[in-house]
């Protein structure tokens, strides 16, 4: 019979149908995001593991090698790295083991920059199988991210890892048994079990089955309204087309938007409100936007776990006249970037005029912090900060909406609306393969890719040339009918 580990045991709490298909091996492949973010976890373990220079690292050893070498280093009262436990066709590895004089302690290591419910989970199954082997367990512990930690720096795993106590709250969950006998039902079914829907499908990670659960769905469905709680409420009422919900039922505006569009499979247009946007709009327009990336162990001094490290920008200058002039940077990975991208930066966006950014929320984040990390350039930043317009307002308010954006706003869904351009043709066409492809080449590989240099370049251009023409198509709506 198929072994139920700690992964298993949590897709379980998440969907049975989950557990199904990891247990059959059916998962589709890791995305390449997906994969970073483990990549960061193992990063970030093998910084707190530092904490425990007496442990025996049995991470290397194969699977019946470690659970041997796991009971006897238990018998000598050895803390222990990866220590292994099968027991009744349940299987886990632990983080860390740690014999102390009043028993041992079980830490999970996590890169996360606060604790979550399933971390206590996954404690528990742990806890749960050890015990059963005959090691009683005197506490638990998370091992996570802290999120204050600044890098000066050698870094210091004293400094970078939070530690909490969660003894008290694994104990209190008391349902592991019968959720082991649940889920050994559902991986020894023939088929994959049939479930509905739900919030489960996000939480606590979005399922990578989704693609293939959410595409059942009709083509205008409830699930692109904004109000979430609303609309799981439809949903779970058995109302998933937007077509067919109540005439009476009442929506919040943004939504009263989403569901005119389906029903009249038109574009809604607010003139009123882009005209309005429009205004505030201060020529000449410097379209602008940032591509980062980031990790959990911080590379560069004077950065933060998970801080977004910008390492490109494009920069497209549009003139009342209709001129154009393009910018852009993209680091060579061998330094810091930021010091050669602030540098340009500098000379590239001064004077006045409205520094034009789609969802003004990151891009001022990026801002910010490189005004705080480096004080030099703190004072043009701020001057750059005080001209931000974002470009999403707009279409965030849903005073032009096309269904096919379907509830969404993000510049990859607006662009193709309004201009009918799109990012289909790129070999990069997402913010997330951006970043980890430039920091797998760059920073961990440290290699001059000129054709993923290329496919960068076009990816960040096309972001503020889309800028442009979602401004100019704006422009031509509110000036149709004067
Ligand atoms: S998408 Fe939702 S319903 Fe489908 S397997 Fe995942 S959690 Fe279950």
Redesign the pocket.
């Known amino acids: 019979m198929a072994l139920l580990t700690k992964s298993k045991y949590i897709n379980g709490q998440?969907?049975p149908?989950?557990l199904w298909h990891a247990n059959k091996k059916l998962l589709p492949e890791v995305s390449v995001a997906d994969q970073h973010r483990f990549d960061q976890g193992f990063e970030f373990e093998n910084v707190a593991r530092k904490l425990f220079p007496e442990g025996v690292d049995l991470s290397g050893l194969d699977f019946l090698g470690n659970i041997d070498s796991t009971k006897r280093f238990i018998a000598k009262n050895k803390t222990i790295i990866e220590a292994g436990f099968k027991e009744d066709n349940l299987f886990v590895r632990s983080d860390v083991l740690e014999f102390t004089n009043e028993g041992w302690n079980l830490y999970e290591i996590k890169s996360t920059n606060s604790i979550k419910p399933q971390h206590i989970t996954d404690l528990a199954f742990q806890k749960f199988l050890i015990e059963k082997t005959g090691i009683k367990i005197n506490k638990c512990f998370v091992l996570f991210l802290n999120k204050e930690f600044v890098k000066h720096g050698e870094i210091n795993p004293e400094e970078i890892v939070s530690k909490e106590d969660v003894t008290e709250q694994v104990e209190l969950i008391d349902d592991i048994e019968t959720n082991i006998s649940k889920y050994f039902e559902v991986m020894q079914q023939q088929e994959a079990p049939e479930?509905n829907?739900?919030k489960?499908?996000n939480n606590p990670y979005e399922?990578p089955?989704?693609k293939e659960?959410?595409g059942t769905l009709p083509e205008d469905n409830v699930l692109h309204l904004t109000n979430w709680r609303q609309y799981w409420k439809i949903f779970e009422e058995g109302i998933f087309d937007l077509n067919d919900l109540p005439e009476d039922i009442e929506l919040k505006p943004k939504d009263e938007v989403i569901r005119r569009a389906a029903v009249e499979k038109k574009v809604q247009i607010s003139k009123e409100h882009l005209t309005h946007f429009m205004n505030t709009l201060k020529f000449p327009l410097f379209h602008f936007d940032f591509e980062t990336f980031d990790t959990a162990v911080p590379i560069y001094d004077k950065s933060r776990p998970y801080q977004k490290i910008p390492f490109q920008y494009s920069l497209h200058i549009q003139h009342e006249d209709g001129k154009i002039e393009h910018f852009e940077y993209l680091a060579d990975g061998k330094e810091d970037p930021r010091f050669k991208l602030l540098e340009q930066l500098k000379d590239q966006i001064e004077g006045t005029g409205s520094v034009v950014v789609f969802n003004k929320s990151f891009e001022i984040m990026v801002l910010t912090k490189l005004a705080e990390d480096f004080p030099e350039h703190a004072e043009w930043i701020n001057k750059i900060l005080g001209r931000i317009v974002d470009l999403a307002t707009p279409f965030q308010g849903f005073h032009y909406y096309c269904p096919t954006q379907k509830g969404r706003y993000s510049i990859k869904k607006v662009m193709p609306a309004i201009t009918g351009k799109g990012y289909d043709d790129l070999e990069i066409n997402n913010g997330a393969d951006a970043s980890v492809q430039y920091f797998n080449s760059h920073i961990k590989e440290m290699l001059e890719n000129k054709e993923l240099r290329e496919h960068l370049l076009k990816y960040c251009c096309l972001d503020t040339e889309g800028m442009i023409w979602i401004v100019d198509e704006l422009k031509k709506i509110t000036e149709e009918n004067k």
Do not use: E, G, V
Request: net charge positive.
């Open positions: 998440q969907c149908r989950l479930i829907i739900s489960k499908c399922c089955l989704k659960c959410w």
